[in-house]
């Protein structure tokens, strides 16, 4: 590390993590004249390039549209309006578009994170500073917070002085590790069940989404482009990728998806094998001090119901809202001058935690037939039956499952 001084930069907002919360936040506070820096610990091409979700809500599409930050979104993506749920043997189509009067945009979300770096770092000439070591937050419960770094090129520690921080940099990043010991409350629930999350390069073998409910384990088919797909397997807690072959995966996925008058599957390269355990967190409150958190560093919510990047949004729109109107110079009608960021927290929770009870309500669905407990495969049954049966239960599940109106 270099002996010279540190370098001493001084700023109104410090985002730290540039995945679509982070991002979200940085163009929102540039376009609005507030001075801010985003510092991301992995590199440009990485964050482009990782896999990560790929449904959007449309509140979340609407509302970036009118910020400017879904040009490609509105020209590219395609939208879902139904799904499928199979189990013994059969096929049950459930028309959520029309149910609800809102679609999915299937946009994977590295493409939405090369959009809005685009937006931000090319087009707006913001300040994004990738690949940074050793990053360190001190003076987050006073006044002038200060975010510490080491640049990766020369070596040399970097200090930026700043009015407020957003944590945006995930469930394992350094923001929500900075806050004392007893200042916020972690609720986490576990599902006891793993998914092996699979890209395989082979065009969709149905229109949308299938979630195939088997007494051997859950499974689901989900279009990604033309000639990529999206696969979920459960499998057993503890088990590792190596333990799932090429020909094991395409066996249980044909025998889980399997239903009279379905398309065979079209088998491919699998490109991504990823275990991920299923559970679920909230950080309670989102703020402490000059630090707000927002994203999965605040929540994680398990993929079954494709919240993740869609509360990341709602998060970083409504921070965004308040931090501008906290800051003198941001360009905001509101001038309550940070009773937005005193009622951050308590907005966003609000959505998380409806967001939470849907996706565990449906986790209980998807696993009950899977579960060994009779019981619990009993009343799985009877939620799904009541879905298909019943009208007024079906526009309540499709209002949930496609997102809530409003987006902030």
Known sequence: MSSALPVLTHTSVVIIGAGPAGLVVASRLHDSGVDCVLL??????????????????????RTLAEHGLAERI????????????????????????????????????????????????DKGAGDARFGVRDVR????????????????????RHR?????????????????????????TVSRRDDGVAWLALLAQ???????????????????????????????????????????????????LHTRLA???????TEGTLVEKVVLDMHNYVVEPMSYGRLHLAGDAAHL?????????????????????????????????????????AGYSEAALRRVWQYQEFSQWLSDVLHGASSGDRFRAGTARARLGRILESGTAARAFAGQYMGEEGGR
């Open 137 to 156: 937050l001190d003076g987050i419960g006073g006044d002038r917070p200060v975010v510490s770094y080491t640049d990766p090129l020369t070596g040399s």
């Open 202 to 252: 082979a065009p969709p073998s149905a229109d949308g989404v299938v979630f195939g409910i088997h007494e051997r384990g859950f499974g689901a088919h989900m279009a990604r482009g033309p000639e990529v797909t999206r696969y979920y397997l459960q499998v057993p807690p503890g088990d590792t990728p190596d333990d799932w072959p090429h020909e094991r995966v395409w066996h249980e």
């Open 160 to 184: 930026v002085v700043c009015d407020y921080v957003a944590g945006c940099d995930g469930a394992r990043g350094v923001t929500r590790a900075a806050i004392p010991e007893g200042r916020v």
């Open 40 to 61: 991301e610990a992995e590199s440009r091409d990485f964050i482009e390039r990782r896999p990560r979700a790929g449904f959007m809500e449309e509140w979340a599409v």
């Open 74 to 121: 509105a020209v590219q993506a395609e939208t879902q309006g139904e799904f499928e749920f199979r189990f013994g043997g059969e096929r049950h189509t459930v028309p959520t578009a029309e149910l609800s009067g809102r679609r999915h945009f299937v946009y994977p979300q590295p493409r939405l994170v090369t959009d809005l770096i685009a937006s931000y770092a």
């Open 259 to 265: 239903a009279d008058g379905a398309r065979p599957l």
């Open 301 to 341: 919510v398990a993929p079954i119901a494709a919240k993740g990047m869609n509360l990341a949004i709602h998060d970083a729109l409504l921070l965004a809202d308040a931090l501008i109107a906290a800051t003198p110079g941001g360009d905001s009608d509101d001038d309550d001058n940070g009773a937005g960021l």
